[in-house]
């Protein structure tokens, strides 16, 4: 008996032994969240995904597409800005994007990134996805919007390649990120996150700190507003402003490698699923619905393209099936996570239309050279999509819904007219938003660097008379 009252002490103490902690845990607080060690994976597999989408993807679809004495400054452009722009994310943008300020810009709380790590109690900070009680290490976060950020600039040097000096394409950079990128992406894109509702009386006022758009409800999974209306408006402006290249209408301008360009694209179409997947924010359903819509929606995209122009010009071309995919991409990229299957079909198959019309009857319409039509897809395709959204967001056309009430979790749908016109306010003023922005930006390199190099260094080539290399051996 002894020895059996013994033994069931020794094991009540091992017991508490080993459960106290936590029971003395549970007295005060529940545990705090962990990341999930999967949705990490995915989030750091998905950044780098959006990194290869800019170098080299990027690079080498537009620079496929110019000149052949042009192909190192197309290169050289958008290595470089896209690495500026990293550098300036982690310094301000992240900050000024994603901390809580008012409608419009953050605050500076996260400057040089300042709080998302503590050395003293090797504590990472954590960020919010869209399911409770699932953070996120806010470095995974930063990283990620970070290659956002940075592509988004480097899709409006195709307005401007064969022209524009290298340093006015820098100071230009700096100020359209500081008060374009910045504050879209803030107004889209931030809010306090599902963990902060906690009961119905506090959730306007948690409300009340997101982003303006945010706020409307509009829907952009993955940037149709913040990346692709944003770049492709400001890149118009910038084609407006900066003037038509030398002897452009009058002497041939085809593209110099179309083995790049279809490269350089599919690598885009491989790195998307990051861009679009990754948006998530966790490995879950979501993110495999907007895989699966991002394939499909660019693989329509790409037929519909090829048989429009097919149709019209009498050949099905490589540069057409290559355009189609970017279009398809662009389009389904608000609509990523926002809509089911039937949507992608439906948003596919319509943007290769709308798309091939942009680089065509828009473009001589609107008689500015926008070189590598940034406008044309990104834009139009932007606005396509982001309009769209709202339409195949319905349950009924298949769509998930939107989360009404962050409090309940519930799902719903305010109705087609309703949504249709939140999507539409955000695109008209993201678009006046980023065409003022540009504009004054474009004006002030003009007064302070100048805008474009001479007639002379533009007929040589800007690998050689901007940068002293050649892409090629001639």
Known sequence: MRTASKTLLTTLGLALAVLGPALAWGADAPAPPVPNKGDTAWMLTSTALVLLMSVPALALFYGGLVRTKNMLSVLMQVFVVFSMISVLWCVYGYSLAFTEGNAFFGGFSRLFLNGTFNPATQEFSLAATFSKGTPLYELVFVAFQATFAAITCCLILGSLVERMKFSAVLLFMVIWFTFSYIPVAHMVWFWAGPDAYTSADKADAV???????????????????????????????????????????????PPHSLTMCMIGASML???????????????????????????????????????????????????????????????????????????????????GGVCLWGVTGLKRMIKADDSLDVFGVHALGGIFGALTTGIFNAPSLGGPGSVQDWVKGTVGYPGIAAQLWIQLKAVLLVTVWTAVVAT????????????????????EGLDITSHGERAYDM
């Open 440 to 459: 004054v930006a474009f004006l002030v390199v003009k007064a302070v660097l100048g805008l474009r190099v001479s007639e002379e260094q533009e007929r």
């Open 207 to 253: 409300t009340a700190t997101a982003g303006y758009i945010w706020q409307m409800g509009a829907l952009d999974f993955a940037g149709g507003t913040v990346v692709h209306i944003n770049a492709g408006v400001a890149g118009l402006v910038g084609a407006v402003i900066l003037g038509k290249r030398v002897g452009f209408g009058r002497e041939p301008m």
């Open 269 to 351: 179409w491989f790195g998307w699923f990051g861009f679009n997947a990754g948006s998530a924010l966790e490995a879950n359903g979501s993110a495999a619905l907007a895989f699966m819509n991002t394939y499909l929606a660019t693989a329509c995209a790409v037929l519909s393209w090829m048989f429009c122009e097919w149709l019209l010009k009498g050949k099905p071309s490589m540069l057409g099936a290559a355009s189609g995919a970017v279009a398809g991409l662009v389009a389904i990229t608000p609509a990523a996570g926002n809509v089911g299957i039937p949507g992608a079909f439906a948003i596919g198959l319509g943007v």
